[in-house]
């Protein structure tokens, strides 16, 4: 016996009931997670470029001011959030090839506009030589 995912359009999934009965919390969730499958919902328009010696990445966040904005860098990884007072919400996660470097790592916020420059870590060889008796 064989199965098969049936794909339909996510059209098919969106929520119509009737005014009567209001639920904010509810609302919101099913606006959220059914919006995100028909793609209704815009994603945050991000360009990453990769230099020689650091990446580039740009983010909108139009109506955000850099206090409202959090930028956390683990390794290879960045995550770019909003703080809860903040007017919109903004959580981004980006994973690059190589670990960055956070004390050459710069950030910048203009015009709606958030520009980071992210060093790149040079990998260094922990190679020990070993000699033969």
Request: aromatic fraction near 6%; charge should be neutral.
């Amino acid at each position: 016996m064989f199965y098969s995912l049936a794909t339909r359009p996510a059209s098919r999934f969106q929520r119509h009931s009737p005014a009567l009965i209001s639920n904010g919390a509810l609302d919101r969730f099913l606006d959220d997670t059914l919006g995100a499958l028909s793609g209704a919902r815009g994603t945050q328009a991000a360009t990453v470029e990769d230099g020689e010696k650091a990446y580039s990445l740009q983010l909108d966040v139009p109506g955000l001011a850099k206090e409202q904005l959090d930028i956390g860098i683990e390794g290879d990884v960045v995550r770019i959030s909003s703080k809860a007072e903040a007017p919109r919400t903004v959580k981004a996660a980006y994973r690059f090839p190589l670990e960055i470097d956070t004390a050459a790592s710069t950030a910048k916020l203009e015009n709606g506009v958030l520009t980071l420059s992210l060093a790149k870590k040079i990998p260094v060889s922990n190679v020990a030589q070993l000699a033969i008796n």
